[in-house]
C-alpha cells in the first residue's frame, strides 16, 4: 500500500525521463522535505559547498588520522580540526574529513555531519543510476521502495540517529 500515491506518480514520470534538475517536481520535494533541512548546518556557507560538491559529484571524505600532522595553516580554523567540527563549530572528536571538489582544503566533520552527507550522497548515488540506464533488475515499484529507504535514512540522519560505526 503505497502512502503517498502523488509522490509515486511523480517518481514514475520522472523516471521516464530522468533528470538531475532540482526543480522537477519528484526532486523538488526531496530537496525541500529531505536534502535542505539533512544538510542545514549553522556553518551555511560551507554547507552550500558541501551540497553542490555532492550534486557535482566531487566530494570526498575521508578518515582521519592516516597522515601525518603538518604544521597549522592559518585558515586551517574554518576547516576544523580532529576535535572541531568545520560544519557545526561545536567541539567534537572528528573521525572524518572531507574534501570539496579539486579544493586542496579538508573540512574536518563529526559523525553526525558525516551521516548527514553520506545519507545525501547514498541518495544521490542511486538516482544518478537510475538516470544512467544502470538499475536494470529492478522493476519501477522497487525502485521507489529503494527511494523511499534512502529517504528514511536521511530523515533518520537529520535527526541525529546515526551508527556509531560509520
Not at 73 to 79: D, F, G, H, T
Amino acid at each position: 500500500e503505497l502512502a503517498d500515491l502523488s509522490l509515486y506518480n511523480e517518481f514514475r514520470s520522472w523516471k521516464d525521463e530522468p533528470t538531475m534538475d532540482r526543480t522537477c517536481p519528484f526532486l523538488d520535494k526531496i530537496y525541500q522535505e529531505d536534502i535542505f533541512p539533512c544538510l542545514t548546518f549553522s556553518k551555511s556557507e560551507l554547507a552550500s559547498a558541501v551540497l553542490e560538491a555532492v550534486e557535482n559529484n566531487t566530494l570526498s571524505i575521508e578518515p582521519v588520522g592516516l597522515q601525518p600532522v603538518r604544521f597549522v595553516k592559518a585558515s586551517a580554523v574554518e576547516c576544523g580540526g580532529p576535535k572541531k567540527c568545520a560544519l557545526t563549530g561545536q567541539s567534537k572528536s572528528c573521525k572524518h574529513r572531507i574534501k570539496l571538489g579539486d579544493s586542496s582544503n579538508y573540512y574536518y566533520i563529526s559523525p553526525f555531519c558525516r551521516y548527514r552527507i553520506t545519507s545525501v550522497c547514498n541518495f544521490f548515488t542511486y538516482i544518478r543510476y537510475i538516470q544512467q540506464g544502470l538499475v536494470k533488475q529492478q522493476d519501477v515499484d522497487q525502485m521507489f521502495w529503494e527511494v523511499m529507504q534512502l529517504r528514511k535514512e536521511m530523515s533518520l540522519a537529520k535527526l541525529g540517529y546515526f551508527k556509531e560505526e560509520l
